[in-house]
T-cell receptor
Framework: GAVVSQHPSRVICKSGTSVKIECRSLDFQATTMFWYRQFPKQSLMLMATSNEGSKATYEQGVEKDKFLINHASLTLSTLTVTSAHPEDSSFYIC?????????FGPGTRLTVL | SQQGEEDPQALSIQEGENATMNCSYKTSINNLQWYRQNSGRGLVHLILIRSNEREKHSGRLRVTLDTSKKSSSLLITASRAADTASYFCATDAVQAGTALIFGKGTTLSVSS
């Protein structure tokens, strides 16, 4: 139980394009979902917290207009990186929380050329 | 945001030796968790220790928690080359529904 999936696992895009990453809780309903970003050789940094049907809460320094989060249902959250630039290249990890704990997706490797 | 520091940042040992990693944090917590991450891969949950626990064991792993010092340690005994990875502590704050916050991590290299 408590499986979180992400799609795609890896994406390469050109600078200036937008990329959407999906995060799904497969066997539970998530009260809250989180998005993290991890640069090479660094730790996971929390980007934003989202609750179904409400606006996401972004951490300080994270541009909400650049990283659009939609939490359409209790099992699906999407992160759209708009007008991606090479400095947005990173490993993006989503996480979903239920009443028991917080569970992580396998991550999405984004490379912006 | 990150809770605090982990030390050492990097640790190199020989197979069979023990590896100890430390984690400090800043806020009041419900629990503290340790994760492992192989290069370029996702997180693997290792162990969770609750704020009212002082020590916990799981196989070759031993975790301690000192809430008065806001610190935790992860001990891996009889290390193997396959233990080579990055290890992160993550704190679950008292406030309900908040995200796990990660420490900076320790990169462990075990040579055979």
């Amino acid at each position: 139980g408590a499986v979180v999936s992400q799609h795609p696992s890896r994406v390469i895009c050109k600078s200036g394009t937008s990329v959407k990453i999906e995060c799904r809780s497969l066997d539970f309903q998530a009260t809250t979902m989180f998005w993290y970003r991890q640069f090479p050789k660094q730790s996971l940094m929390l980007m934003a917290t989202s609750n179904e049907g409400s606006k996401a809460t972004y951490e300080q320094g994270v541009e909400k207009d650049k990283f659009l989060i939609n939490h359409a249902s209790l099992t699906l959250s999407t992160l759209t990186v708009t007008s991606a630039h090479p400095e947005d290249s990173s490993f993006y990890i989503c996480s979903a929380r239920d009443g028991v704990g917080q569970f992580f997706g396998p991550g999405t490797r984004l490379t912006v050329l | 945001s990150q809770q605090g520091e982990e030390d050492p940042q990097a640790l190199s040992i020989q197979e069979g030796e023990n590896a100890t990693m430390n984690c400090s944090y800043k806020t009041s917590i419900n629990n503290l968790q340790w994760y492992r991450q192989n290069s370029g891969r996702g997180l693997v949950h290792l162990i969770l220790i609750r704020s009212n626990e002082r020590e916990k064991h799981s196989g070759r792993l031993r975790v301690t928690l000192d809430t008065s010092k806001k610190s935790s340690s992860l001990l891996i005994t009889a290390s193997r080359a396959a233990d080579t990875a990055s290890y992160f502590c993550a704190t679950d704050a008292v406030q309900a529904g908040t995200a796990l916050i990660f420490g900076k991590g320790t990169t462990l290299s075990v040579s055979s």
